[in-house]
C-alpha cells in the first residue's frame, strides 16, 4: 500500500443541478431541482430545505415553496462530465471513471512533470472551473476510500488534502455515513449499538459488527475504518453486474402495479447485457415499502440469461415471494432489479425438450431460443429507428416514468 497521498478523488458538486445553472444564468444562487415528479438532483440552496434526489416533487415542493423545477440537458450532462475527466486525464494516465462526474487518479508517476499532489489536485480544479464554468471538489489521500471521504468533507467546490501521518485522527471523527457503503439502513443499525462515528467504528469489536452487518460486509467496514483499503486504480473496468430501479410513489403492492414495471426494467437491463454479450446468472429484487424499509431477494440460475421476457418472470416470481414474506406492507414505492454473476465469455448451450417445469425461462430450450432472437430483433430495430420505434406490449402499458431514461442512462455502468 502506498506510503505517500497520490490518490485523487474527484467530485463534480450537485452536477445536474450545477450544468443547469451554468446554461441559465438566471438559475444561478436560486434552488432547483432537475425532474418533475421526482427530484433527479437539487443544487446546493434547495439541499440547504433539505430537498434530496429521489424525493417526490410534492415533497420538495412543501419543503421549499421556491423551488425551480428544470427539466434535464442529458446531451450537455454527458459533454460536460466527458470534458471534466478528459482534464484529469491531461495529468495522468491512471484515472477510474466510477460515475459520470466523479473518478480516482493516481499521480504519483507525475508529480516531476506537475508537482505535488496537491498542486496537481488545485490545477485540475482551476482547470475545470475555467475550461467548464462548473465546481469540482478533490479529496487527496494515501487509500481510494480516505480520497473518496475527503472529497466529500471538500464540498461544495473545495480541496481536502488528508497527511498520511494524521489521517487516523482525521477520518476517526467524522460521521459513520461518510464512509463508503454506509447508506441510511446500514446508519440506523450502526446507531443502535452507539456507533455514530468512524471512530466509534474502529474501535467497536469486530464480532459485534459482523453480528449486526453480517460477516462480508462487517469485515469490510472495519478495515476501511482504519483506513486498510489496499485497492489500486484500475483504468479498464467492468461492471461486475447491471441494475435499474424505478421510483413509483406510493402505489399498492399488487401485480398490475409492479409487473409492467418490472418488465421495463428487465428490458433496460436485457438490452445492455445483450450488447456486450454478458448474460447473468443471480438475479436480486429490491422492494422497498411506504416506511422506506427494503426487502432483497434472490435467485442464483443454472445458466446466464439476457432475454427480457424470461429476467422479467424471474424477477415477478422473486418480488410474489417478498410480498408473501411481509403480507402487512400493502404500499411499495419502490422496485429494482440487477443481474449479477456475469459472463465473460459466453456462448449458448442448447438444451433437450426435456419437459421441465422452467422450460419457457432456460435459454438453451427452443422456446427460450425463441425469446432471445425475439429481443435480437427488437434491438436491431432500436438500433436503428431509436428506442421508442418498438417496445413490448406489457412493458407500455401501465407503466409511468416519473425518470427519464435518459438521466438513467447517465447512471448505468459500463458492462
Known amino acids: 500500500m502506498a506510503t505517500t497521498a497520490t490518490i485523487l478523488h474527484a467530485d463534480l458538486d450537485a452536477f445536474y443541478a450545477s450544468v443547469e445553472q451554468l446554461?441559465?444564468?438566471s438559475l444561478r444562487g436560486k434552488p432547483i431541482a432537475v425532474g418533475g415528479g421526482v427530484v433527479l438532483a437539487a443544487s446546493y440552496e434547495a439541499k440547504a430545505f433539505g430537498v434530496r434526489g429521489g424525493m417526490p416533487g410534492r415533497q420538495a415542493r412543501e419543503l421549499c415553496p421556491q423551488i425551480t423545477f428544470v427539466g434535464g440537458h442529458f446531451r450537455e450532462y454527458q459533454r460536460l462530465g466527458d470534458a471534466a475527466i478528459k482534464v484529469i486525464g491531461d495529468f495522468t494516465p491512471l484515472v477510474e471513471r466510477i460515475s459520470i462526474d466523479e473518478a480516482f487518479a493516481d499521480v504519483a508517476g507525475c508529480t516531476h512533470l506537475f508537482g505535488p499532489p496537491a498542486?496537481?489536485?488545485?490545477?485540475?480544479?482551476?482547470r475545470v472551473r475555467a475550461e467548464l464554468g462548473l465546481p469540482i471538489s478533490v479529496g487527496v489521500a494515501r487509500t481510494k476510500h480516505l480520497a473518496k471521504i475527503?472529497?466529500?468533507?471538500?464540498?461544495?467546490?473545495?480541496l481536502v488534502v488528508v497527511d498520511p501521518d494524521s489521517e487516523l485522527e482525521f477520518l476517526h471523527r467524522l460521521p459513520v455515513e461518510l464512509m463508503w457503503g454506509v447508506g441510511q439502513v446500514t446508519k440506523a443499525r450502526l446507531a443502535e449499538i452507539g456507533v455514530l462515528t468512524i471512530g466509534q467504528l474502529a474501535k467497536t469489536p469486530g464480532w459485534s459488527v459482523e453480528q449486526l452487518l453480517g460477516p462480508a460486509a462487517g469485515e469490510r467496514l472495519a478495515a476501511l475504518a482504519w483506513n486498510r483499503d489496499p485497492r489500486e486504480i484500475r483504468t479498464h473496468r467492468r461492471a461486475g453486474s447491471a441494475g435499474a430501479q424505478s421510483a413509483i410513489g406510493r402505489k399498492p403492492a399488487e401485480e398490475d402495479v409492479f409487473r409492467p414495471t418490472l418488465r421495463h426494467l428487465a428490458d433496460r437491463i436485457g438490452t445492455r447485457l445483450?450488447?456486450?454479450?454478458?448474460?447473468?446468472?443471480?438475479?436480486t429484487v429490491r422492494v422497498r415499502f411506504a416506511n422506506l424499509n427494503s426487502a432483497t431477494r434472490s435467485v442464483t440460475l443454472d445458466a446466464p440469461i439476457s432475454a427480457t421476457v424470461i429476467l422479467a418472470e424471474t424477477a415477478e416470481n422473486l418480488v410474489r415471494a417478498v410480498l408473501e414474506e411481509h403480507p402487512d406492507e400493502k404500499i411499495i414505492s419502490l422496485l429494482a432489479i440487477s443481474v449479477s454473476h456475469l459472463e465473460e465469455h459466453w456462448d449458448l448451450e442448447l438444451e433437450l425438450p426435456l419437459g421441465l417445469r422452467d422450460e419457457r425461462r432456460?435459454?438453451?430450450t427452443k422456446i427460450g431460443m425463441a425469446r432471445w432472437a425475439a429481443d435480437c430483433a427488437v434491438d436491431k430495430i432500436r438500433h436503428r429507428f431509436g428506442w421508442n420505434a418498438i417496445g413490448y406490449g406489457s412493458v407500455a402499458l401501465g407503466i409511468s416514468r416519473s425518470v427519464p431514461d435518459e438521466f438513467r442512462e447517465l447512471a448505468e455502468k459500463n458492462l
Open 119 to 126: 498542486e496537481i489536485a488545485g490545477a485540475i480544479r482551476q
Open 23 to 25: 446554461l441559465d444564468p
Open 150 to 158: 475527503a472529497s466529500q468533507v471538500a464540498k461544495p467546490d473545495g
Open 274 to 283: 445483450r450488447a456486450k454479450s454478458r448474460p447473468g446468472r443471480t438475479v
Open 362 to 364: 432456460r435459454p438453451g
